[in-house]
């Protein structure tokens, strides 16, 4: 978090005025993204956090000489008035306060705004610039980041080793996947096709990495062309002797640096080129235009390939869901114990100790990697805070008069898990028991809902939502995110919740059902599975479950709840017992009957 000086201005913040005067720029879009527009990023690319302090993994900031405007969803609304301190700043919904027209409102005719090419989507470019289209504003593109030039202990760029991932755990070769894009590529009449998105890139060629946390994945770019050549702009540091004599011989490595000088050198004015408008640098369409190539906007037809899974990436994740349900079943018995012990002792248990131990419990199945996410130990009303982290600042005690949530996932050899379990010790908040029944009748809406072919995340969000609104309650994120196969825990492009999402659900991909409530300071609920789309022998899709953990039944009213959702209740903690039965501690297989007997 920066240090505030007299006036409540972030050295850093005066750091980066003082650069852009030099630049001659009277505002500076910022926004979280490095150049390849994901949701995790090096510590090197935390320039957003550098200049403001707000860590949330999705936000924008708006620099000008007067304020810093910060603009963030729902999920980092407490949040980012905690980390952003001083009075320059001022707080606005992403969605319903939109940059651009925020923007558009303070900019003088004359301003120039800058941005760093290499961190806006095309998408985003372009709502700045209709914005500014009644302005005589404009934008300025920067050939580097202003950021860069102030931040003195800037970390260095990552150079994590990459890994092959062997065909066993991938299912299909890298050629067949390259033939299956070129292939799509001649239906469209397209020459080359330009992909950012280190993970579409690491699920193409069959490898991961370790540059950014949570995310295995090598930072690179590639570009393909309709013959099927492929190149893969990627640090040659990075790869092992081993692996870059075993890539397939349409593969060729150039470094990162080399990107853009060989677009514009191997485009001609009249080709047609696929450039993702959400997940890539406005650099690339900048570049192509100077050229006069043909840019064809649309989602990356690699992220479709992705995301649907193989079987034996299905099976995978299946494998990898019964370790981590012994760990966080495991957990969940420790904590019920640990709790009410460590408290009647004097010495309560803290978030940070409980986010040790499941990661511990994690690691001790063998084939977890990381996690897949920063976890999410929230006691109280830091559980409110959709998206809190522990920090050695900020580690709250853990007692039994306060509820508590845990949000946590892995990666693992065959897959990426991701759950989340609410808890509680003995007497809740007034509310609490109604809201976390309404967000379990919530879940089981939406986990036994059938749906017909054609069925998008918007069509269906408010089933689920349904239970809460009866109770004039809601919660301001999405119902539901794709999961990667060993890769993103939140992948594009299908998605569960208010807003519009063109994207069909169709068997094999794999999802998760969340909903929530959360009141600020006293509380937050969450219950949240992942599951696979499968097809019913009735011609309707379904959700297949994944995730076998316990669900807390302690805090449920059960005289609220349908005869439907008690049986599928019972059969869900049957199901969770006969799996991971054999391989339960005593401890955590008593816990496990004695919650599903709980009435």
Not at 409 to 426: H, K, L, M, P, V
Request: hydrophobic share 40%.
């Amino acid at each position: 978090m920066p240090d505030c000086v007299m006036g409540g201005v972030p050295p850093q913040v005066t750091a980066l005025r003082a650069e852009m005067r030099v630049r001659g720029l009277d505002a500076f879009i910022l926004p979280r993204y490095d150049a390849h527009q994901g949701e995790y990023v090096a510590p090197h690319d935390e320039r957003l956090q550098y200049v403001t302090g707000f860590s949330g993994s999705a936000g924008m900031a708006i620099v000008t000489m007067d304020e810093v405007a910060m603009f963030v969803d729902g999920r980092y609304s407490v949040q980012v008035r905690e980390e952003c301190l001083g009075a320059v700043f001022s707080f606005h919904h992403l969605f319903e306060e939109p940059p651009e027209d925020w923007l558009a409102d303070h900019a003088g005719d004359w301003w120039r705004i800058g941005f760093d090419a290499m961190h806006l989507p095309p998408s985003w470019y372009d709502r700045f610039a209709d914005a500014l289209t009644e302005k005589g504003a404009q934008l300025a593109a920067q050939n580097d980041n202003p950021v860069d030039f102030i931040w003195d202990e800037q970390p260095s760029s990552p150079m994590g080793q990459v890994t092959a991932m062997p065909l066993q755990f991938a299912g299909r070769a890298t050629l067949e996947k390259v033939a299956e894009l070129t292939a799509f590529m001649a239906q469209e009449q397209a020459q080359f096709h330009v992909e950012t998105q280190p993970d579409n890139i690491a699920w193409c060629l069959n490898v991961r990495g370790d540059d950014v946390p949570f995310l295995p994945i090598p930072q690179s770019f590639m570009l393909v062309s309709d013959t099927g050549a492929v190149t893969w702009f990627v640090e040659p540091e990075k790869l092992p002797a081993d692996l870059a004599a075993t890539l397939p011989e349409n593969i060729c490595v150039v470094p990162p640096h080399g990107f853009l000088p060989f677009v514009r050198a191997s485009v001609k004015t009249w080709q047609k080129v696929l450039v993702d408008p959400e997940f890539s640098p406005v650099a690339v369409c900048l570049a192509l235009e100077n050229i006069g190539a043909k840019i064809d906007r649309r989602t990356s037809h690699l992220t479709y390939l992705k995301t649907l899974k193989n079987a034996v990436e299905l099976e995978g994740m299946r494998a990898c869901h019964i370790q981590d349900g012994v760990a966080v079943t495991e957990f969940s018995a420790w904590l019920a114990e640990t709790v009410p012990a460590r408290a009647a002792a004097g010495d309560p248990l803290r978030e940070s100790e409980a986010e040790a131990e499941v990661q511990a419990l994690r690691q001790a199945s063998g084939s977890f990697l990381s996690e897949s996410f920063n976890t999410i130990s929230a006691a109280g009303g830091n559980a409110a805070m959709c998206h809190y982290a522990t920090t050695e600042i900020r580690d709250a005690e853990i007692l039994p008069e306060a509820p508590y949530l845990l949000d946590s996932g892995g990666q693992y050899e065959t897959g990426t898990t991701d759950i989340t379990r609410s808890f509680a010790f003995g007497q809740r908040p007034a509310g609490y028991d109604q809201a976390y029944t309404a967000v379990f009748k919530a879940f089981y809406a939406l986990a036994t809902l059938k749906f017909p072919r054609g069925t998008q995340g918007h069509h269906i969000d408010a089933i689920c939502r349904r239970p809460l609104w009866d109770l004039g309650l809601d919660y301001d994120h999405g119902t539901g995110h794709g999961i990667g196969h060993r890769l993103s825990v939140h992948e594009h492009p299908q998605r569960i919740g208010k807003p519009v999402s063109e994207v069909d659900l169709v068997p094999g991909m794999v999802m998760s059902i969340e909903p929530g409530h959360y009141v600020a300071g006293l509380y937050g609920i969450r219950i949240e599975n992942l599951f696979e789309i499968v097809e019913e022998e009735n011609g309707f899709f379904g959700f297949r479950n994944l995730t076998w953990v316990p669900i807390m039944t302690e805090m449920l009213d059960f005289d609220a709840l349908t005869a439907a959702e008690i049986d599928w209740l019972a059969t869900y903690h049957q199901h969770v017992e006969t799996k991971l039965a054999p391989l339960l501690s005593g401890r955590a297989l008593a816990w496990c009957r004695a919650n599903a007997a709980n009435r």
